[in-house]
Every structure is written in structure tokens, then in C-alpha cells.
């Protein structure tokens, strides 16, 4: 049975994630600040399901992280990079050194930690698969999120390094850039949000599990097989043409 980590397992993306997972039959360490979150995505899967509370931004967290699964389980397979956080938008002039390292600890430094720890765990196992969760922001910048939009295109230079370095121990490496899953970070979308123009409109949605149902095409690949790039977004959004 494969092993999968999810980080970000508590809400939105990552638990729809990781409870199609468990559905399929993985074993699924669930990673994030918040124990209950975490306890509450695992429920129904006593045996299958571990929850381990982690701060991605604290590097002996995620260390931890990566010793406790290898210690119950032997192994990791898949690491899915999911967590991630933002702070209200604010132009760049008046943004905070605090906000952007805030941001930057868990969106950047956290997934550079988890696929650091992924390779040393995979590298003496025969390989295995990253996925790591980039966003629209990744391509097409939001106003007034430097942080974000900055974390989010480092991810694909992170993508890209990961899977050259990758290569000769068997490891792959996507990612998966989300466009308005329907979570609750995404709520504020249907009352409007701002616009390229610095205009404010309500943009579409789209079901978390189309989300969810991407990650476990990718878990279930062959590891000399690889989606270097996915977009899975709302049709109509703001997207293509952005600015």
C-alpha cells in the first residue's frame, strides 16, 4: 500500500485530497498546525489515516514529520506540497516585512523543507513522486499579494529543480496550479475580489473534488510517468487574458 504526506490536511484542497486518497486505498499522513482539523479529515479511517500536527515553516517540524511516517510506516511514496497561506491584500508599498515572511515560511520554505525531507526518505527507497500545489498566482499575479504571487512562482522553479535533481534516483515532479476551488479561503470570490484593473468582480467557482480527483491521477502514476504542469481551474474565471 503506498504511503502518501499531505501537507495542509486540515482544510480545503488538503483534505479533499486526502480523504479521496484514503478512499482509493493509500495511506495518508496527514500534516498541519491544527490537530482537530487534522483528526476531523482522518475520521473513518482508523487504520489508514495518520495525523501528525506539523508547522511546515519550522524545520524540525517537518524533519519530525518525515521521521514519524518512516517510523510507522516504513516509507514515503508521494509527498503532496499543499500547505499554504496568504494576508489580506495590500499594495506592495504598504506590505509588512512580517506579512511577507509569514507567507513566504509557509508557502516556500515549507515546501522546500517537506521535498527536501521527501528525498532524502525517497532516494533510499527507489524513488518516488512529489506534487506540489502552485496556483493560478503561479502564471498570472494577482494586485496586492506580492508575497503570494512571489511564493507562487518560486514553486514552479522549485517544480523544475526537483525534477532535474530528480531524475537519477527515480523521483517526479509536478504540479498542480488551482484556479477557485471551492473552499473556504475561496468564499470571498462569489462577493467579489480585485481585478487586474484594480476593479472589484465576483469570479466562478469550481468543486473541490475535481481538485482532489487531479492529485489522485498523479499518486496513481507510474514513476516513469509524469504531469509536469496542471491547471485545473473554474472555466470562466479571470484567467487567460488576465491584465
Keep these: 500500500m503506498a504511503v502518501v504526506v499531505v501537507t495542509g490536511a486540515g482544510s480545503g484542497v488538503g483534505r479533499a485530497a486526502a480523504r479521496t486518497l484514503l478512499e482509493a486505498g493509500f495511506q495518508v499522513a496527514l500534516a498541519g498546525r491544527r490537530e482537530d482539523a487534522l483528526t476531523e479529515t482522518a ?36 509527498l503532496f506540497n499543499n500547505a499554504g497561506t496568504n494576508v489580506r491584500a495590500t499594495p506592495v508599498e504598504e506590505f509588512s516585512l512580517s506579512a511577507w515572511e509569514k507567507v513566504v515560511g509557509v508557502n516556500l520554505t515549507g515546501a522546500f523543507l517537506c521535498a527536501r525531507e521527501a528525498f532524502r526518505v ?42 532535474l535533481e530528480g531524475r537519477p534516483h527515480n523521483i517526479a515532479c509536478g504540479q ?26 465576483a469570479e466562478p467557482t469550481f468543486d473541490v473534488r475535481h481538485v482532489a480527483d487531479a492529485v489522485l491521477y498523479q499518486a496513481r502514476l507510474p514513476l516513469n510517468a509524469n504531469v509536469q504542469f496542471m491547471t485545473v481551474m473554474a472555466t470562466t474565471m479571470p484567467y487567460i487574458g488576465r491584465g
Design 122 to 163: 525517497m532516494k533510499t527507497h527507489g524513488g518516488g513522486r512529489i506534487i506540489n500545489n502552485g496556483s493560478i498566482s503561479a502564471s498570472v499575479p494577482r494586485p496586492h499579494a506580492v508575497a503570494y504571487n512571489a511564493t507562487k512562482h518560486a514553486m514552479t522553479g522549485l517544480t523544475k529543480s526537483l525534477s
Design 43 to 78: 475520521d473513518g479511517f482508523p487504520d489508514t489515516a495518520f495525523v501528525v500536527p506539523t508547522d511546515v515553516s519550522r524545520e524540525d517540524s517537518v524533519v519530525a514529520l518525515f521521521d514519524a511516517v518512516v517510523a510507522r510506516w516504513g516509507r514515503v511514496d508521494v
Design 176 to 201: 498542480i496550479d488551482i484556479g477557485n476551488a471551492a473552499t473556504a479561503m475561496t468564499e470571498r470570490m462569489g462577493q467579489g475580489v480585485l481585478q487586474a484593473n484594480l476593479e472589484t468582480a
